[in-house]
């Protein structure tokens, strides 16, 4: 295969630089695979994190949206949305960030209120457990999705890492290391080359200077 | 060519994820916000759960022995998908996962065993590339 | 560091997520209204995440796609069925998965 040769002076001063080169590459791209392959497997099990987070979510969503109908049909619409609006509204959420080789990733966890009823906001008596019951399914739903957002975010800058250290990969092996190799293996060739020609000038050299004599 | 300056910044790039110091598991336990600064200016929370899971894991007079984050060192020289963790407090927690019989400061493990560990602890643990 | 959640959805889901605690709620009424409101939630500092129904992602179009791609690291911004179950038939995980790791893994990533 006509490996692209780069344009370079054959002395053996040129050869050792590129096997340097080449052995730097050669690592380079060893570790970079490793880093790939770790990438990999970081992917697939954020994947597999996902699959269950995402149903556990959206199925404890739907009753959430159950339990809300509910206490529409009990309490009243009107009265349902009031209540919303007078529900204590503080949810935190504690976000930081955490890193897998290179990529920050964000974490989330949800603030622990353990809010009953009197904490909730609402007031009491015009209220009744199925607002409570709607309250709670929708804390879960949001304990749940918040895991999930966190679980997402950190599968796309996986894959957006993937990407790029997959390209680094094939580019060594594929481009770089070869053109070093090519050109070493052509320095080497042109410096046998120019051996043999200098052994053979010598020699007509000492030929002519012999037939002097 | 300035392939060499390229390289060179990928593999000084790769380890910028690492803490600039590691925190003991007995001090993470005992701190309300367990993290440690990265060597890129940033930080890296380590989650609750694992702490608990490993604490569980590992007894008493060993949690402040345990440095967290966990290292799991990938070098070419053990070969394709192969990784070494030391630290004695470490590969005992370690070997309890994976159900291995830990021997000394030393574990070599292999790629499933690398999966494992990443699924069950993927805060407490870290990647360390070495140069080699 | 702490954060707020917000909510852009239809009236059950806000109320819903009301009750649960979210700060910002917004009833989806005009697609320019939501847009800007959009806009909004996500230059505010102190909001750490945002919930959007696909269905109104969807009314958003293009404009929300590019707002999304746009963003900063936070808000997070993460898409929910509202009371309808509905979502979308394009799955962005699955197009995730083949773009990054080819088409023949995708299926055995979903058979587990």
Do not use: W
């Not at chain 1, 050869?15 to 080449?22: A, D, N, P, W």
């Not at chain 1, 890492?161 to 092996?173: F, I, S």
């Not at chain 1, 052509?186 to 051996?195: G, N, V, W």
């Not at chain 3, 605690?21 to 320019?32: E, L, P, S, T, W």
């Amino acid at each position: 295969m006509a490996e692209a040769v780069s344009a370079v002076t054959p002395t053996r001063m040129e050869l050792l630089k590129l096997r340097q080169r080449v052995s730097l590459a050669q690592k380079g791209h060893d570790l970079l695979r490793e880093k790939m392959d770790a990438l990999v497997i970081e992917f697939f099990e954020v994947l597999k994190k996902i699959g269950d987070a995402k149903s556990a979510a959206l199925n404890q969503l739907s009753l959430a949206y159950r339990a809300l109908s509910v206490c529409s049909a009990v309490m009243g619409t009107i009265e349902t949305r009031q209540a919303s609006r007078e529900a204590k509204r503080e949810l935190e959420i504690e976000i930081s960030t955490r890193h897998i080789m290179g990529i920050v990733v964000p974490t989330l966890e949800v603030e622990e209120l353990k809010r009953n009823a009197l904490s909730r906001g609402y007031s009491l008596h015009t209220t009744s457990s199925v607002l409570d019951d709607a309250s709670k399914e929708f804390e879960k739903a949001l304990g749940l999705l918040v895991k999930l957002a966190e679980l997402e975010e950190s599968a796309n800058a996986i894959a957006r890492e993937l990407e790029g250290t997959k390209r680094r990969v094939n580019a060594l092996e594929y481009i770089l290391i070869p053109r070093l190799k090519a050109t070493i293996k052509f320095i080497e060739m042109r410096l046998d080359e120019m051996e043999r020609e200098n052994f053979s000038r010598l020699k007509r050299i000492k030929a002519m200077l012999e037939a002097r004599e | 060519m300035n392939v060499d300056r390229i390289l060179k910044f990928e593999l000084n790039k790769l380890n910028v994820h690492l803490p600039k110091r590691r925190i003991s598991l007995k001090e993470a336990l005992e701190s309300t916000r367990p993290q440690v600064a990265t060597r890129d200016g940033s930080v890296h929370r380590f989650k609750r759960e694992e702490l608990d899971f490993l604490a569980g894991l590992v007894p008493e007079i060993d949690r402040g022995r345990l440095q967290l984050p966990i290292l799991i060192a990938l070098d070419p020289k053990f070969g394709r998908g192969a990784a070494r963790i030391t630290g004695e407090a470490e590969v005992i927690a370690i070997s309890q996962i994976l159900g291995k019989k830990s021997t000394g400061g030393e574990l070599l493990i292999y790629r499933p065993d690398v999966a494992i560990i990443r699924r069950k602890l993927p805060t407490t643990t870290q990647y360390l590339f070495m140069p080699g | 560091m702490s954060f707020k959640v917000a909510v852009i959805g239809d009236v059950d889901t806000t109320t819903g997520f009301a009750l649960a605690g979210a700060q910002y709620v917004h009833v989806h009424i005009d697609k320019n209204g939501t847009l800007s409101k959009l806009g909004e939630l996500l230059a505010d500092k102190e909001i750490g995440l945002v919930l959007i129904t696909h269905r109104i992602a969807e009314e958003l179009g293009a404009e929300f796609r590019m707002t999304i791609r746009k963003k900063g690291l936070l808000p997070i911004v993460l898409r929910i069925p509202d009371k309808t179950g509905y979502t979308p038939k394009v799955d962005e995980l699955y197009n995730l998965i083949k773009r990054t790791v080819g088409a023949e893994i995708v299926v055995r990533a979903e058979g587990g």
